[in-house]
């Protein structure tokens, strides 16, 4: 018997009591007819789509950021050391990016003043932002 796996969404071929016994009575899976069969199509159809609009949404974010330099303002001591860090919510909050796909790919967060390189991935790009650390 053949039948929709509603969590992979894949098209498998069941014995007949492991379908009408487990599969579907637990609402893991619908009998594939012709209705359902084109209702699949359909719903892959328009997950492509969103998932290339997405892509071109992620790549017109990577190219606005892409060399994009930051100032952030923090209090320092005499020896160029900031108070506290700063860290990937400092840096995402100057992006303006907080609700944004952006990952921040520091090891460790910022401890000095002065010029320092920074790398985004959005997506699967990734990309490099230049952050300036000046003293308040």
């Known amino acids: 018997m053949r039948v929709i796996i509603k969590k992979t969404k894949e098209v498998k071929d069941v014995s007949f009591g492991y379908a ?3 599969l579907i009575p637990n609402n893991l899976a619908v009998l594939a007819d012709d209705e359902q069969l084109a209702n699949l199509e359909k ?3 328009i997950e492509r789509q969103q998932k290339l609009e ?3 949404k992620q790549k017109t974010l990577a190219d606005r950021l892409s060399g994009k330099k930051v100032v952030i303002k923090a209090k320092a001591g005499k020896n160029k050391k900031i108070f506290g860090s700063i860290g990937r919510k400092n ?3 100057a992006l ?3 609700k944004e796909k952006v990952e921040v790919l520091i090891d460790e967060p910022i401890k ?3 010029k320092h390189e920074v790398d985004l991935k959005i997506g699967e790009q990734r990309i490099t932002i ?3 650390v000046k003293k308040e």
Request: proline share 0%.
């Open 54 to 56: 997405e892509i071109k």
């Open 43 to 45: 719903q892959k159809t």
């Open 20 to 22: 009408v016994n487990y």
């Open 112 to 114: 000095t003043i002065g």
């Open 91 to 93: 840096i995402l909050k």
């Open 96 to 98: 303006k990016m907080e």
């Open 130 to 132: 230049k952050i300036e």
